[in-house]
């Protein structure tokens, strides 16, 4: 039963059109920098990470578990 709907399903998939690719004298695609939503993310990941640490070593101090 899984195969047949996984089956239909990529039939569908094949349906769809090719895109050929960008069009001869079309301009070039702009180039989107990743440095201040991935530093912005990678900052806010770690203060996470120390805050969670931080209560881990508060938890285990006070003799009860954290989660």
Do not use: C, H
């Amino acid at each position: 039963m899984l195969v047949a709907i996984w089956a239909l399903a990529s039939i569908s998939a094949l349906a769809q059109p090719g895109s050929g690719g960008p069009d001869p004298g079309a301009p070039a695609a702009t180039e989107t920098p990743l440095d201040g939503g991935a530093s912005l993310l990678l900052a806010g990941g770690v203060a996470y990470g120390l805050r969670k640490l931080r209560t881990r070593r508060q938890a285990r101090r006070s003799g009860s578990v954290a989660q």
